[in-house]
């Protein structure tokens, strides 16, 4: 890829504030403590993602860049793009994933976590298993010049050696003001050089390989 279409691919606007953009990804960790502190066992999924839509306006925000959602147990297999089954309630020994990408202030956040009700020790390992393969990936992303696609093929490797299935459909994505596909919509994963620092979200899904529950988590690259 040439220099000019890289500078392309991670451009944004001309004066990007540095720090508006990190205060926005603080206050996105901030609404998904606050979401799931307001989620409890017995609710519909449904519920909780009425949960999500009034807190980020309580804290100032109606726009994302995609739609808000929490996902619960079974629907844990399923991506942004997949419909979740209707009427699925959380359970006390249960699973479930909190997926947000509000607009402050004109910079965008993105931010995922799992979170597990109970003492079942399968689906705390997947919680756990989750971030632990994010943070493998974002060391070496640190630590060696290696492209989006190799992240992601590190990533699908480390799953599978820790006994899960990478759920490569959600695989990274610009993220910059708003809105970031006017600089580039394509994914971390097809990206032919190491990206810079504080532009990407590195996303990761995981599943069980024969049960029907996973975990997400995602962050900025930084």
Known sequence: MAIDETLNIEAHKDNFSLEDFL???????EAINRISERIYVGMLEEEANEIVKTTLQEMGTRQGWHKPYVHFGLNTTKTLFETPEPGVKLGENDIYFIDIAPVWNGYEGDAGHTFVTGSNSELKRC???????FGL????????????????????????????????RMDGHRLADFPHTAYHAGKLSAVPFHPSPNLWVLEIQIRHPDKSFGGFYEDILM
């Open 23 to 29: 205060a926005a990804r603080a206050k996105t960790w």
């Open 127 to 133: 919680a756990l298993d989750t971030k632990r393969i």
């Open 137 to 168: 990936v974002a060391d070496k992303w640190r630590t060696e010049s290696t492209s989006g696609q190799a992240l992601y093929e590190f990533a699908a490797q480390t799953a599978r050696e820790l006994g899960w299935i990478l759920n490569l």
